[in-house]
């Protein structure tokens, strides 16, 4: 599987997912099924890649609002026509609001409720075990994957969010160790304590949370190795 990662000004996990899917999943040009790509935002070329990945930052210095400015990138318009056409997209955080921004997920992200920055291990849940990227986590398992954001307040409206919840759009809900959802569990104050959401397509995805910090067994957790098995287990089978 191609893998595109896109680089914006401000990016600054965009090495770290870059080394899990090269190093740890084995995504290498040297092997014949893998290869991650770097993508610069002023490219306008996807490369032909089977699926692109916005990763976490802080594009354009976060100015405006987070992802305001990056949804305008010119790699952006090939993102989203990628998407529109069945492209598999994941965003993780600044590439969650990025997707946001651009219309390719539902709702906002808002400021945190504690108007703090929140960098700390969280706890999230899979809602369902039939997308892209949550085929291969284990039933009601906590994932202990760590957040990083001052702008990870999921909001939509009463009625985006009961279509959503009936046609399997939440993707995560922060939780506590055991896998209650509780507010007390919740670090931002994310309506429903949702952590990740896909599209109606269930082809383009986002979380808060960064399972690339979370995926090498050296860093003493690899809770967020679930995520990209699943993505490979998928789209190799």
């Given amino acids: 599987m191609k893998f595109g990662v896109v680089i914006f ?9 870059i080394y899990v899917l090269r190093k740890i999943m084995g995504q290498q040009v040297s092997v ?6 770097e993508l610069w935002h002023k490219e306008r070329s996807l490369q032909k890649c089977d699926m692109i990945i916005l990763p976490g930052g802080f594009s354009y210095g976060d100015y405006l609002r987070s992802g305001a400015i990056a949804r305008f990138s010119p790699i952006m318009e090939k993102v989203i026509e990628f998407a529109d056409k069945g492209g598999h997209v994941f965003g993780v955080c600044n590439g969650f ?5 651009a219309g390719l997920l539902p709702g ?4 945190n ?4 920055f929140a960098c700390k291990n ?4 899979a809602q369902n075990n039939d997308t892209l990227i949550t085929s291969s986590i284990p039933k009601d398992k906590a994932l202990k994957i760590p957040i990083a ?3 990870g307040n999921y909001f939509n409206d009463t009625e985006s969010l009961k279509k959503m919840n009936e046609n399997g759009q939440i993707l995560f809900r922060y939780c506590d160790e055991k896998g209650n959802i509780t507010p007390e569990s919740n670090p931002n104050g994310s309506i429903e304590n949702i952590a990740g959401v896909c599209n109606a397509g269930k082809n383009v995805f986002g979380m808060m949370p960064h399972p690339e910090r979370a995926s090498d067994a050296e860093l003493g957790n690899t809770d967020g190795k679930f995520l990209f ?8 089978a």
């Fill in 108 to 111: 906002a992200l808002l400021h």
């Fill in 97 to 101: 609001q990025i997707l946001c921004e």
């Fill in 9 to 17: 000004p401000g990016s600054n996990c965009d090495q770290d997912m």
């Fill in 113 to 116: 409720t504690e108007r703090k």
């Fill in 149 to 151: 954001h001052g702008e």
């Fill in 122 to 125: 969280v706890f999230v849940k």
């Fill in 32 to 37: 014949p099924s893998g290869e991650v790509v």
């Fill in 229 to 236: 098995e699943s993505i490979l287990s998928l789209v190799q």
